[in-house]
């Protein structure tokens, strides 16, 4: 991965600027006739301050291409540059550590940084207010319920000083009423602290309803099939009808991808 | 100000969601009353337990299938026991085989702890100790006394050697169990954060890995006590009175009341510090809500 100093150049304008920069991205998994070709050639521009939503089927490489992008996996093709942005990961659990407090899971992410003992105390306080979770720092993760685990690992995020998140299906697991509500609090939180986010979903509905774009991908290798722009204003409704409406579009060409493997 | 309202009411939906999800809370006037039915609810297995056994022994001395001086009955032994536990000998007895476990099971520990992070940590060694250490495991401690022996004389030493080799695997094997399972989307978590080298192992292994090391631990123990007493008998120290060389002057007095108050003894022991260990581990799962 190249990582240049891009991103603080100070003349840019910051409706252009590209945080997250993908260029012919390929990943390949084992060797010789067994290697498995995950990405192939996946290029995007992800410019500061958008929320892009990447979709896709089983089998197309969605959680590779985050792992890719935060730096977990080496490359096998292709560059990414994140010009030198502080990136952090959510994955659909919370992984919060069941033997620290909530405040103690946040605080972690701050001493890894190098925040001062003092400094940590007052900053987790400040984060659980962001994600609304303000009072429930002594308690320990098993106490909260899935949705308020999920924000505690947003705010954790958020503790690494990262302007550029990636979300790995992060609200999969949670009932259709929480997914929602948490729906409204990520577009504040993005909006308000101005992230560039790239959520990862197989949920199309989801994709369009947070999305600016939706970049669609195919499945085995995973390629850039298409992308579509989210015209309509925030803040939206998952039910209403627009969202409806592009996303069943988006929805025909994901059955079509799903066929073409059938043979 | 519609923009302030939509604020608050996004607050209260997140509010109303969460206390919805946590359920009712629960009520403290309740807590007492609980607390003595599940202090209750614990005790009479235990008491039904003894029951039982003091009961099956008395049948059995009732039935004259051997005579009273070599098995008395439980009353007899009881009396045996209000004599002997207030007395100083007593004591110094308990605390030079208490010293002796203390001592073997710190390096017991001790070893297991490097032998464990050793073998998690690299590769190569996995492949040639990890099997070794589950072999060990299997192995009874008794078997290594003769050699222990040849190789330290009749001394602490060859008693602790043993204490030792029976509790380390066990101790090695739960960190190892420990290190091995941790989730791995903690890992990641772990290197997201920028854990690295030793803050990858104080931050997220060493914890992660505690209940397993727990219960390594309690196994290690249990494995201890029982090589300590076969040691005690076997390798008899002159001048050193513990329990085992007690539990041979009875034998060796026919002293069948008193050989049956120190098993009785030994076996109290044993209990109370399993009870210790089953607490640590109690409270540790409790904490990461692995208990419902």
Known sequence: MTVTARGTDAGTDATTEVAVRLDGVSKTYGKGRTALLALDDVSLDVRRGEFVSILGASGCGKSTLLSLVAGLDPLTGGTIDTAGHRLSLMFQEPALFPWLTVAGNIEIALRMRGVERAARKEQAGRLLEVVRLEGFGRKRPHELSGGMRQRVALARALAQDADVLLM?????????????????????????RELTVLFVTHNVREAVRLGDRVVLLSSRPGRVLEEFAVEQPRPRRIDSTQVAALASAITDQLRAEVSRHAG | MPADTEVKTAADRVAGLDRLELGPATRDEAVLGTWARKAWKGTWPKVLAIAIAVGAWQLVVLSEWRPVFVLPPPARV????????????????????????????????????????????????????????????????????????????ISEEAILFVVVLGAAPSIANGLISGIDYVPPTWKRVGQILGMRGFSLYRHLIIPASLPSFVTGLKQGWAFAWRSLMAGELLVIVPGALSIGVRLQTSRDLNDAPGLLAYIIIVLCIGILVDIVFSTVDKALRKRWGLTV
């Open chain 1, 168 to 192: 790995d299906e992060p609200f999969g697991a949670l009932d259709a009423m929480t997914r929602d509500i948490l729906h409204d609090e990520l577009e504040r939180i993005w909006r308000e």
């Open chain 2, 78 to 153: 009881l009396d045996e026991l209000v004599q002997v536990v207030p007395t100083a000998k007593f004591w110094d007895s308990v605390l030079l085989t208490m010293g002796r476990a203390a001592t073997g099971f710190a390096l017991a520990v001790v070893i297991g702890m490097v032998i464990g992070i050793a073998v998690a940590r690299f590769q190569p060694l996995r492949a040639a100790i990890g099997s070794l250490i589950t072999g060990m495991q299997t192995m009874p401690s008794i078997v290594w006394f003769p050699f222990a022996i040849l190789l330290f004389k």
